[in-house]
């Protein structure tokens, strides 16, 4: 009953800055944690930052800690990753997910995902 699109991926140097957006629409009064993952090819989904809904409330994978920011705006039903200080490392898809109940890194509690968005940092 959530439908989430990411956008605002793209190729960057390293050092640079992306803002990730990703808009959510159907049963969203019901949301309660927000999140970014990422996934680069190979590898296991990897969490990035997290965010509940009414609090504000914000969690960080150590690895970017200091250089990303998730905020949500409600009155458009939109959470952002800001991305500062890129690393090639970085280099992955992105997805946004939504849970009824959960909040926190592990995939499990997210009910609804998006289809992922390229964010390629180039050395």
């Known amino acids: 009953q959530v439908q989430l699109v990411e956008s605002g991926g793209g190729l960057v140097q390293a050092g640079g800055s992306l803002r990730l957006t990703c808009a959510a629409s159907?049963?969203?009064?019901?949301?309660?944690?927000m999140a970014w993952f990422r996934q680069a090819p190979g590898k296991e989904r990897e969490f990035v930052a997290a965010?509940?809904?009414?609090?504000?409330?914000?969690y960080y994978a150590a690895s970017v800690k200091g250089r990303f920011t998730i905020t949500r705006d409600s009155a458009k039903n939109t959470v952002y990753l800001q991305m500062n200080s890129l690393k090639p490392e970085d280099t992955a898809v992105y997805f946004c997910?939504?849970?009824?109940?959960?909040?926190?890194?592990?995939?499990?509690?997210?009910?609804?995902w998006g289809h992922g968005t390229q964010v390629t940092v180039s050395s």
């Open positions: 997910a939504v849970g009824d109940y959960g909040f926190g890194s592990d995939p499990g509690v997210y009910h609804y």
């Open positions: 965010i509940t809904w009414t609090g504000g409330t914000t």
């Open positions: 159907g049963r969203t009064f019901s949301s309660y944690g």
